[in-house]
Every structure is written in structure tokens, then in C-alpha cells.
């Protein structure tokens, strides 16, 4: 294992500090690992995500203005616990109410609904969402359903907007419901993540393999296979993408092509190219797009390719100004 | 032996603590195969803090000593974990609120307290390829002796070996909660690694119990 790093133990904190070093903006409550605004709004919904570490920037780098109130960090792949959640929304408790948006995953699914539960008791009126964009997971009645992966941020972005806006809670779960109807999103790997902890990769990938539908966690995907160039992969993933929700011509889309750590820029852009071809093709319209690190594995290789299909309502909200340490839009 | 004092339930979460500190790194490799391999670590977080707190948790009355133990688990397990083994420690404290004894009987009605706590939170069943399947066989295997009167220490024994066994027969299911699930059926042969370790806690338990 080859990181920048003191001790495994204390990756999560000195990264948590690192980061409120770098964005004076954003304070942190180190006991409980909160990142929140330093100057909260009492006037507006609170908006709270988090969930394991290891995702930077998410979800740290979407507090500010514009987009959440606070993030709640776990240690590295683990949800945070019912404790720093509850903490986290009496922290930046408002007169509007707290919405927490969760990425589907069990454990983050059990602390988030207890924590909830533990600020109703002190009358805080909380509502969820839980974010599952990730289509390589088969969706079922049987099984927890899908992921939450990159798709996330999208909705960070656009209830953040209503928020800021000064629309109510329901209004604002109501855009954030609408965003996770709309959004969807699928990954490759061509190399595993190696979490501090264990130091080892997750799982191993030949020289001329990638893992097709890789999780955010090293999760396996679909399938196992030999990598094919740029363009056909642009091709596979739109192709699942488009499947899973019926689109027609002229329908438009915000598109992220989300590296998941190691992947360099320069390929980011390449694939963005080969994306927006295999999008054009299919008469559907890219409205706007956004290329970089915004959901990542730690270090893997890869990327993930997400569509949010958009209308006015949606469209206006992310046009809507924010300004955050990952996400800047004026 | 006819009961268990609250000295007794002390010494027994204190070896609890023991083999899962000492299973940190097997339980995450256990993890490893179908989840994302933090298991171990998560669950050894929270019972490390647990022993560093010991000193000063209440330990005459069995049901708050269980309910302060949930709260640092609660708190200081990370994952899944906490809410889980969380609810599971709160809930048989508030079956035990009072106690400073433990019949057969209600050792059961404690252990089934905490399965009904685990239920609540997660939404799991027998069969869903987690822990309930070595917890219900075991706390189903008190529930028998206890009607038939048996010793507790040969109880627990059994209820050890149930719980094994229920571990060693998740492999033939495809996970359907937590991680493991997005495996489907590439999840088969492999044992729940929060069952086995059920499994591997309880026999160190009655490996190791003297009063």
C-alpha cells in the first residue's frame, strides 16, 4: 500500500481537518465527524447527507451554499453511526425542518431511519430520501434494491437549490424524489480500491480486464470481461442507462462523467467525447455537463457515467447558483 | 448451575468482547468474500471503546449494564453494526430491566429480546442469509431446554452448536439484505459472516465461562 497517510486509524479525521483547513467556509465538529456551514440558515430546510469515507469529495465537498447543510463522515466504506447523524441534525436544527438524503445501502439506510427517529423525539421534523441510481444492481421486491452512487450528487444539487430558494420541506422532498426518478447512473473498474484499513486490494483485475457495473465499494458488478476501446464502452453503458427509463427524442439530460479516483482527467474527457456521441445518436440532448471527480472509490481506475433527465422545474434548479468546495456554478 | 448472577452476564459480554477484538482481521475476511470487508473492524470498534468504558458501567443490575453496553455499541460500531448489535444489546436490556438473576428461562426470553430487536431495525427474517440465522436456531435451542429443565451451562453449550450450524447453512442461500446482495446468486457457498461470527462468539463462550 502506497498512500499519503499517518496511521489507518486516523485517515478520516486528519482528511476531515485537512478539508476545513482548505474551506474556512465549512466548520467541523470533530467529536462526531459533522462538516457543516459555518453560517447556517434558521430560515431554510436543513439539508444532511454523509455515509462512509473514501467517496471524496462527496460528501464534505457538497456543503455550502446552494447545496447541503452538512455531511456526516463515516470511517472509510461504513456508514457513520445513529449517534453522529442524530448529532449532525440537532447541529443544524432550522425552523423548516431537516431533510436527509441517503444513498440506498443497508447500513446507511438502519442508522439514518434511527437517527431520524431520535430527533422526532425532540420534535424535529425529519424527512428521507434515499438515492439508488446505479442500474448494474437489479431491482427487486427480495433484495435491498439498488445502490446510490454518483447520482447523489445531482440530488444534493438540486434539493440544495429548492432549499436556498425558501420552499418548503415537502416541496423540496418532492424535487429530490423527482431528481432520484430521473437519475441514473452505471460504473466500470479497471483496477480494484485498497482501503487503508485492510491495505490490500478489494479484488484483483488481469491487465486486459474490467469489472463491468462496479460498485462505489468495490462492489462487483455485472460481469467480469476483456476492456474494449473508448467508444464501445460509451456505447454499453448509454445503452443500459437509456433501457432502464423509456426516453424519447428531444428529451434532455444533465450528464456526469464521474471518475472514481485514479482514472486520469485527460481519459475523464475522452470518455466524455465517446458519451456524448453515444447520447447524441439516440436524439436525446445534453443541457449540461460536468466532467470530473465527483463520486469516487478512493483510488480505483474507472468511471462511472451518469444521465438525469431533465425538465423545466429540474433544469431551472440546477441552473440555481451554488457554492461548495467541489461545486461551483454562478 | 440454576442461574446466572449479573456478575455472571458481565464476565460473559466481557469474553464477547475478547473474541471479537481477537477476530478483527478473520471477521473482515469473512466480510471480504461477498460484502465490502469492513465487519470486523466495525464490530471490534465499538467493543474496543466498550472495554476502555468498562470501569464505569453499572454492573449490578443486568438489564441497565445491557442497555449502557447498546448505547457505546450504538454509538462507537460503525456500518451496519451498530444499529444492529446496537438494538440487540438495548432491546435484551430492557428485557432484563431489574435483574440481578437470570433463570434458564429468562436467558431465552433475553436472547429472544434481542432478536426482536435486530428484527425491528434491519427487516430481516430466518433465511435472509444474516445473523438471525445462527441467533434464532440458538435462542430457539434455550427456549427447548429450558422447558426441559435442563443445566444453563449445558444449555448454552447446545445453544452454541445450533448457532454454528445455523452459520453453516447460509452458504446454501443468496443473500437477499446488506451487500452480499448484490452478488445474487454469486453469493452461494459462502457462509454470512455476521452468522458465523454468532457462531464462533458463542462457543468461545461456553469454551471459556467459569464463574
Not at chain 1, 442524530?86 to 438524503?101: D, F, K, M, P, V
Not at chain 2, 450504538?74 to 456500518?79: D, I, L
Not at chain 2, 436456531?137 to 435442563?150: N, W
Request: with cysteine; net charge negative.
Amino acid at each position: 500500500m502506497k498512500k499519503i497517510i499517518n496511521r489507518p486509524e486516523t485517515v478520516v479525521d486528519e482528511m476531515c481537518k485537512g478539508i476545513v483547513l482548505a474551506h474556512p467556509e465549512l466548520v467541523l465538529s470533530e467529536k462526531y465527524k459533522i462538516i457543516k456551514r459555518k453560517r447556517l440558515n434558521k430560515d431554510k430546510v436543513s439539508l444532511i447527507s454523509g455515509g462512509g469515507s473514501g467517496h471524496e469529495p462527496a460528501h464534505a465537498g457538497y456543503v455550502g451554499t446552494g447545496m447541503l447543510d452538512a455531511a456526516v463522515c463515516g470511517d472509510v466504506f461504513a456508514s457513520p453511526s445513529t449517534i453522529q447523524i442524530y448529532n449532525a441534525i440537532l447541529e443544524t436544527r432550522s425552523n423548516r425542518g431537516t431533510l436527509l438524503i441517503i444513498k440506498n445501502y443497508s447500513g446507511d439506510c438502519m442508522n439514518f431511519d434511527a437517527a431520524s427517529e431520535m430527533a422526532e423525539d425532540e420534535d424535529i421534523v425529519v424527512e428521507k430520501v434515499y438515492v439508488n441510481d446505479d442500474v448494474a444492481v437489479k431491482d427487486s421486491l427480495y433484495t435491498i434494491g439498488r445502490r446510490g452512487v454518483a447520482g447523489t450528487v445531482f440530488v444534493h444539487k438540486i434539493a440544495g437549490a429548492a432549499a436556498e430558494k425558501g420552499m418548503d420541506l415537502s416541496q423540496v422532498k418532492a424535487v429530490a424524489e423527482k431528481t432520484i426518478a430521473n437519475v441514473r447512473s452505471i460504473g466500470f473498474a479497471f483496477t480494484s480500491c485498497t482501503v487503508p484499513a485492510k491495505g490490500t486490494p478489494i479484488f484483483t483485475l488481469e491487465e486486459d480486464e474490467m469489472e463491468f457495473g462496479v460498485g462505489i465499494h468495490g462492489e462487483p458488478g455485472i460481469v467480469r470481461e476483456k476492456i474494449v476501446p473508448a467508444d464501445e464502452l460509451a456505447e454499453k453503458m448509454v445503452e443500459r442507462i437509456v433501457k432502464d427509463i423509456p426516453y424519447q427524442q428531444g428529451d434532455e439530460v444533465a450528464l456526469l462523467i464521474n471518475g472514481l479516483g485514479a482514472s486520469p482527467v485527460q481519459e475523464l474527457y475522452l470518455l466524455n467525447n465517446s458519451v456524448s456521441n453515444a447520447i447524441a445518436k439516440r436524439g436525446i440532448k445534453i443541457y449540461k455537463t460536468f466532467v470530473g471527480n465527483y463520486m469516487t472509490s478512493i483510488d480505483m481506475a474507472g468511471a462511472s457515467v451518469t444521465l438525469l433527465r431533465l425538465d423545466q422545474e429540474l433544469k431551472e434548479l440546477l441552473d440555481e447558483p451554488s457554492d461548495t468546495p467541489a461545486i461551483k456554478i454562478w | 448451575m440454576e442461574k446466572l448472577y449479573a456478575s455472571d452476564i458481565v464476565k460473559i459480554i466481557d469474553l464477547m468482547a475478547e473474541v471479537i477484538i481477537e477476530n478483527e482481521v478473520y471477521f473482515c475476511e469473512l466480510d471480504s468474500a461477498a460484502g465490502d470487508g469492513d465487519f470486523g473492524m466495525s464490530l471490534a470498534k465499538g467493543f474496543k471503546i466498550l472495554r476502555s468504558e468498562w470501569a464505569g458501567l453499572s454492573k449490578e443490575d443486568t438489564g441497565l449494564f445491557l442497555k449502557d453496553c447498546g448505547m457505546i455499541i450504538t454509538e462507537n460500531c460503525g456500518g451496519a453494526s451498530g444499529p444492529i448489535w446496537g438494538s440487540a444489546f438495548r432491546s435484551a436490556g430492557k428485557y432484563a430491566e431489574g435483574k440481578t438473576e437470570i433463570t434458564l428461562e429468562e436467558m431465552s426470553g433475553l436472547l429472544q429480546s434481542a432478536v426482536d430487536g435486530i428484527q425491528k431495525r434491519g427487516g430481516a427474517k430466518l433465511g435472509d442469509k444474516t445473523l438471525l440465522d445462527a441467533l434464532i436456531p440458538a435462542t430457539e435451542s434455550l427456549k427447548i431446554s429450558a422447558k426441559e429443565g435442563e443445566d444453563i451451562l449445558d444449555a448454552m453449550k447446545k445453544s452454541a452448536r445450533e448457532a454454528v450450524e445455523g452459520a453453516e447453512k447460509t452458504k446454501l442461500i443468496v443473500a437477499s439484505k446488506g451487500r452480499a446482495s448484490y452478488l445474487g446468486e454469486r453469493s452461494i457457498n459462502m457462509p454470512d459472516a455476521g452468522a458465523t461470527a454468532i457462531g464462533i462468539i458463542f462457543t468461545y463462550i461456553v469454551n471459556q465461562f467459569k464463574r
